[in-house]
């Protein structure tokens, strides 16, 4: 079974709506994290936010936040006030001890 | 955090021959691994590059391929040997280093290959 799903392989939002990019994982671990990275055309892959399995509160980074529902596995990013520099692939991903996890990623296309 | 820089950011080369891409981190890091991204796909490890001691390898790369040497805490290459079209990615160097909430792994900005 894949360990991380994307299941947007493309989206598009209006410029300064909000949206949403979806994740589940699997794991039996009790202990894991959660992280989103943007990569922009340029090929970087930059950290943007990061979700332990034991924290009760939903990550905030900004104009990001982390949508964690631990029970259905899911680790959603939300975007508010999109902007068109948001526009990139958004790769979600896990960590297990050691090893990490990513995702088929998910190209967004801000719109003006 | 971490900063890492990569060189070349960028190469095009002919089948045939090798490539060593540089990696330098500003601190002292323990974990540092390589990955390739082909186009259109998501990251693929290639190996954990372990410092003292030779590279652990994922399953379908090579060190004859996929040379790596760490000699300290803060460097690494990579080389890619004996290149196809078929090596053409953006190969990535990253650390684990401490972040503002937890460890958390940090990408160099990338090599962007083409092999001719």
């Known amino acids: 079974a894949q360990k991380i799903t994307q299941t947007q392989p493309g989206m598009f939002v209006q410029e300064k709506e909000a949206v949403t990019l979806d994740c589940t994982y699997d794991?039996?671990?009790?202990?894991?994290?959660l992280f989103w990275y943007k990569q922009p055309s340029s090929g970087e892959m930059i950290f943007l936010i990061y979700?332990?399995?034991?924290?009760?509160q939903n990550a905030t980074e900004g104009r990001y936040s982390l949508n964690f529902q631990k029970a259905r596995k899911s680790a959603n990013l939300v975007i508010s006030a999109s902007q068109l520099g948001d526009s990139a692939m958004y790769f979600c991903a896990m960590r297990e001890g050691n090893q990490f996890y990513f995702g088929t990623g998910t190209s967004l296309t801000v719109i003006p | 955090s971490a900063v890492i820089s990569q060189k070349p950011s960028r190469d095009i080369c002919q089948r045939g021959t090798s490539l060593t891409i540089q990696c330098q981190v500003d601190?002292?890091?323990?974990?540092m691994f390589w990955y390739r991204q082909q186009p259109g796909q998501s990251l693929t490890l290639i190996a954990t590059a372990n410092q003292g001691s030779e590279a652990t390898y994922e399953s379908g790369f090579v060190i004859d391929k996929f040379p790596i040497s760490r000699p300290n805490l803060t460097f690494s290459t990579l080389t890619v040997s004996n290149m196809s079209p078929e090596d053409s990615s953006i190969y990535l160097c990253?650390?684990?280093?401490?972040?503002?909430?937890?460890?958390?792994?940090?990408f160099g900005p990338g090599t962007r290959l083409t092999v001719l």
């Open positions: 601190s002292q890091v323990t974990m």
């Open positions: 990253s650390v684990v280093a401490s972040g503002r909430v937890t460890d958390t792994q940090y």
């Open positions: 979700q332990g399995s034991y924290d009760e």
């Open positions: 794991t039996s671990d009790q202990s894991y994290g």
